[in-house]
């Protein structure tokens, strides 16, 4: 085993976001970027001697190479076992399942999400901890601290491994274990759902397309959707990884899927329509003329998660980011269960999960999941949803009338403005944090501010505060919006505005969700002076 201690320096801008470090492509394969990072990494755990870490990715452009250089710095720092998925893939969630089922210490999971991948767009890396969750605000911090005061690396000086080989191989001291990425993966949904009853489903008739959109979930639901409960062959699309993802958006929303959009909307639509990002992580649902929001579907699985086996002793709680809709809020007052409004960044939810506090958890983005694992779950949330449809007997949007009948309608958008100069979004977030004081009471573009404020979490379970989280304005109407700076975006500044009108248990259900939102959304442009300080009212995105 030959080891080099590498000499370097710190390089700028290593500060770890709300899913670990993003970066352009070409900037992670610039000398010594991802291994300094990766240094940093190790150092800011205590370091790597005799500890086990998982690591895998989704397959995008880089991700082999870089895989290769975590393998050899593992080994230089002292690792005493890796697990890696085969031909480095492994989906998000897949990783999670495999850091606790083995008391691993860690993992590297290499991904973007939803971001483009290929060599002119987007990269990612995030530490997860032994829970299996993303690395918590406390471990981020000394993650970057170590970025800044780093004076050397350490990395294996060998040949790379054969990661396509199943099995045992050594790099130096340290065993690497080759894994196939869906097989624990699939024990643990066999165990969640009741795929008999999925399965008869599908022989029943049962119709449905998948879109894997190129990226990590198209093995996982080939073998889960196709394979195990029988839906028809050419049910899953795209369902191969490219490394560019087939130089599509792997963001599973109605802009970026939209011919799965277009099928779900015609007359031939099957009978669910479903769609998962780069890494696994986050979902989309949609029935025959129904497009389900993440907000809608968070509280709809809430509502019927009783109807899973897993799930049939009823749930501790509900978790959801903060500019998620408040529809799962009120289904866990109807359970008489806990509801826990968290900063965006699954992340703040590892410690509810963790202390039993919630079942399931879910963000606007897209993302749901439960404590299975301790990250978002794209195809669990669809199997879910399968369960679901599978016990009632009624088509997606069915369901979704009787759930917005039953508890009201959360009328809900967000609209994203992408590549914002970020002096001109931190300008308006400070210039509307400057405002909150004197907010409530005052009527804006025809609407009463009932509340406004910059959310600040205090998390229940360790005490830790997280301030500054997006500004909350919330108006007598039932109306709410909230502005927030994303953490996931690799160029300037992505400002996201959160749009919500609630109907009320007996209000109108049945409206054009713009039109439902139309005078919040003028409140807001009002309100921020949004034309005036980034010159754009149109957004990029609006979902």
């Known amino acids: 085993m030959s080891i080099e201690v590498r000499q370097t320096s710190p390089i700028e801008g290593q500060k770890p976001g709300t899913s670990g470090l993003r970066k352009k492509t070409r900037v992670f394969m610039e000398p010594n970027y991802l291994e300094n990072f990766i240094q940093a990494t190790f150092d800011a755990i205590g370091g790597a001697a005799g500890k086990s870490f998982v690591v895998g990715g989704d397959g995008r452009y880089f991700n082999k190479d870089a895989i290769q250089i975590i393998l050899k710095m593992a080994a230089a720092n002292g690792a005493a076992h890796v697990t890696v998925g085969q031909g480095g893939i492994l989906s998000t969630p897949a990783a999670s399942h495999l850091i606790r089922l083995g008391k691993a210490d860690g993992g590297f999971i290499l991904s973007a999400s939803h971001n483009p991948g290929g060599i002119d767009e987007d990269f990612g890396v995030k530490y997860n901890g032994q829970n299996g969750g993303p690395a918590p605000e406390g471990l981020t911090a000394k993650i970057f601290d170590a970025t800044l005061n780093i004076k050397e690396l350490k990395i294996e000086q060998s040949a790379d491994l054969d990661l396509e080989v199943l099995g045992q191989q050594s790099l130096g001291a340290m065993q690497v274990n080759v894994v196939d990425p869906v097989h624990s993966y699939q024990e643990l949904m066999e165990t969640l759902f009741d795929f008999n009853a999925i399965r008869e489903m599908f022989v029943g008739g049962f119709s449905m397309r998948f879109d894997a959109m190129h990226a990590v ?64 992580d986050r979902n989309m649902i949609v029935g ?76 606007e983005s897209a993302g749901t999941g439960s404590d299975h694992v301790r990250e978002k779950d794209g195809l669990w949330a669809v199997l879910l949803w399968l369960n679901i449809l599978a016990v009632r007997k009624q088509s997606v949007k069915e369901i979704v009338t009787d759930h917005w009948q039953t508890f009201g309608r959360d009328y809900y958008s967000r609209y994203d403005f992408e590549a914002v100069a970020s002096d001109k979004a931190d300008a308006l977030m400070s210039a509307l944090r400057g405002k909150l004081a004197d907010l409530a009471g005052q009527s804006v573009a025809g609407l009463t501010v009932k509340s406004a404020d910059d959310f600040s979490y205090n998390d229940p379970v360790d005490g830790s505060v997280s301030s500054n989280q997006g500004v909350r304005v919330a108006f007598e109407t039932g109306a709410r919006a909230v502005f927030r700076l994303s953490g996931t975006g690799t160029e300037g500044a992505t400002l996201r505005l959160y749009l919500e009108q609630y109907s009320g248990s007996d209000g109108a259900i049945d409206l054009d969700p713009q039109d439902a939102l139309k005078d919040v959304r003028n409140a807001a442009f009002a309100l921020s002076d949004m034309q005036a300080m980034i010159g754009r009212v149109e957004p990029d995105v609006i979902t």
Request: proline share 7%; net charge negative.
């Open 217 to 280: 979930t198209g093995p996982y639901a080939h073998a889960i959707l196709e394979d195990a409960l029988g839906a028809a062959k050419g049910t899953v699309v795209n369902g191969v990884p490219l490394e560019d993802f087939g130089k599509g958006h792997p963001d599973p929303n109605p802009i970026w899927a939209k011919d799965l959009m277009d099928l779900m909307m015609s007359d031939t639509a099957p009978d669910i329509g479903a769609a998962s990002d780069g890494d696994g």
């Open 288 to 363: 025959k003329d129904a497009y389900v929001t993440p907000s809608d579907s968070l509280a709809i699985l809430a509502a019927n998660a009783h109807l899973a086996p897993a799930y049939a002793k009823g749930l501790a709680g509900i978790a959801r980011s903060m500019p998620t809709s408040g529809a799962s809020d009120r289904v866990a007052e109807k359970l008489g269960i806990g509801s826990y409004e968290t900063p965006t960044g699954w992340k703040f939810f590892g410690n509810l999960l963790d202390a039993g506090k919630v079942t399931l958890c879910g963000e």
